[in-house]
C-alpha cells in the first residue's frame, strides 16, 4: 500500500557533528514532501520542503535531498545543537481529488549528546 | 509561534462524554486540518475545510465531526469518547488560495488539545 515510512526510529548524534535522517516513500505520484520538527508536548513545526522537480533544497543548516529513482528523501541538519533535539517526520503531500493531503510518516527522535 | 491557536490545551473527560475542540488558523489561511496523534498511531489525517466546507476526509470517526464556521476558525466535536480517544489532536491551517490547494500549500501547526479520556 501508500506509505511514507522512516528508517530509523532513533538517532543520536554528538553535539556539533551533522545529523542525517533518513524517509522512504512508496507512491511514485508524490510531489511535495515536508520535514516537520516536533519537540516534546509542541506541535509539528515546518522545518523545509522539497518538490518533486528538485533533488535538493538548503535552508539554514539543514538541506533535504530527494531521490526519486528510490523513493528516499533525507534531512541533514549541520552542526547539531541541543536544540535540535526532537522527533522528525516527513511527510508526503500529495493531490486527492480536489484536495492535497499530508501524509506522515512514523517520525525519528533525535537526540543531541553534549 | 505558528499562528495557530487552539484551546483548550488540556481536556480531562470521562468515557460516554462530549467535547469540543477550538482552532482558529493563521490570519488569512483558508483550509483548516484535524489531525490526531496518538503513540500508536502517530499523525493521522481526520479531515480538512476549506473556506467553510468540507474538503478531503481522511481516518476520521463516525462519532467525530467539524465544521469551520464564516469567520474561518474551526471546531472538532468528539462525541461517546472512549478510552482509545486520548490522544493529542492537532489543528493546522494553510492558505489554499488557488483552486484545489497550491503544490506547495505548507500546513502550520497549533500546539495541540491533549485530551485525556478516563
Known amino acids: 500500500g501508500e506509505s511514507v515510512g522512516l528508517h530509523l526510529p532513533t538517532l543520536s548524534v554528538q553535539e556539533g557533528d551533522n545529523s542525517i535522517i533518513n524517509c522512504a516513500y512508496s507512491?511514485?505520484?508524490?510531489?511535495?514532501f515536508i520535514w516537520y520538527k516536533q519537540e516534546s508536548g509542541k506541535g509539528p513545526q515546518f522545518i523545509i520542503d522539497?518538490?518533486?522537480?528538485?533533488d535538493k533544497r538548503q535552508g539554514q543548516r539543514v538541506t533535504v535531498l530527494l531521490n526519486k529513482t528510490v523513493k528516499h528523501l533525507s534531512l541533514q541538519i549541520a552542526a547539531t545543537q541541543p536544540g535540535d533535539s526532537a522527533v522528525y517526520f516527513c511527510?508526503?503531500?500529495?493531490?486527492?481529488?480536489?484536495?492535497?493531503?499530508?501524509?506522515f510518516g512514523s517520525g525519528t527522535q533525535l537526540t543531541v549528546l553534549p | 509561534d505558528s499562528g495557530v491557536t487552539q484551546t483548550p490545551k488540556h481536556l480531562i473527560t470521562a468515557t460516554g462524554q462530549r467535547v469540543t475542540l477550538r482552532c482558529s488558523p493563521r490570519s488569512g489561511d483558508l483550509s483548516v486540518y484535524w489531525y490526531q496523534q496518538s503513540l500508536d498511531q502517530g499523525l493521522q489525517f481526520l479531515i480538512q475545510?476549506?473556506?467553510?466546507?468540507?474538503?478531503a476526509k481522511g481516518n476520521i470517526l463516525e462519532r467525530f465531526s467539524a465544521q469551520q464556521f464564516p469567520d474561518l476558525h474551526s471546531e472538532l466535536n468528539l462525541s461517546s469518547l472512549e478510552l482509545g480517544d486520548s490522544a493529542l489532536y492537532f489543528c493546522?491551517?494553510?492558505?489554499?488560495?488557488?483552486?484545489?490547494?497550491?503544490?506547495?500549500?505548507?500546513?502550520?501547526f497549533g500546539p495541540g488539545t491533549r485530551l485525556t479520556v478516563l
Open positions: 522539497i518538490r518533486s522537480n528538485m
Open positions: 493546522a491551517s494553510s492558505p489554499s488560495k488557488t483552486s484545489g490547494g497550491a503544490i506547495t500549500d505548507t500546513q502550520y
Open positions: 507512491n511514485s505520484a508524490s510531489d511535495y
Open positions: 475545510y476549506y473556506n467553510g466546507e468540507e474538503r
Open positions: 511527510a508526503e503531500n500529495r493531490a486527492s481529488g480536489s484536495a492535497r493531503q499530508l501524509t
